[in-house]
């Protein structure tokens, strides 16, 4: 069984910081790429930013020179250090990654997400 539990969401103000946690756990041989995702009500789900087992990073436009993702294999974490939020930022945030575990073939997981908001 593998999980993803993501912490560090809550409520800034425009400006403002926050930075998100994301550890993998359970019956791991390896995990490729780690991202966060974001959905707003009413809108599609997208990616806010990914990184590879490599460290190669992917950013949203959106987020480019605001927000820094990067990674800690040795605890199977990831983060996002979020910079000058703005209210469109607001959204809940979902960790994902691609593991390969014990039970199967590599594939997706899910964490549960974390409310991100952001006041004008």
């Known amino acids: 069984q593998v999980q993803l539990v993501e912490s560090g969401g809550g409520l800034v103000q425009?400006?403002?910081?926050?930075?998100?946690?994301?550890?993998?756990?359970?019956?791991?041989?390896?995990?490729?790429?780690?991202?966060?995702?974001?959905?707003?009500?009413?809108?599609?789900?997208?990616?806010?930013?990914?990184?590879?087992?490599?460290?190669?990073?992917?950013?949203a436009d959106s987020v480019k020179g605001r927000f820094t993702i990067s990674r800690d294999s040795t605890r199977n974490t990831v983060y996002l250090q979020m910079n000058s939020l703005k209210p469109e930022d607001t959204a809940v945030y979902l960790c994902y990654a691609s593991i390969k575990a014990y039970s199967g073939p590599s594939r997706g997981y899910w964490g549960q997400g974390t409310q991100v908001t952001v006041s004008a």
């Open 14 to 59: 425009a400006g403002g910081s926050l930075r998100l946690s994301c550890a993998a756990s359970g019956s791991i041989v390896n995990i490729n790429t780690m991202g966060w995702y974001r959905q707003a009500p009413g809108k599609q789900r997208e990616l806010v930013a990914a990184i590879a087992s490599g460290a190669a990073v992917d950013y």
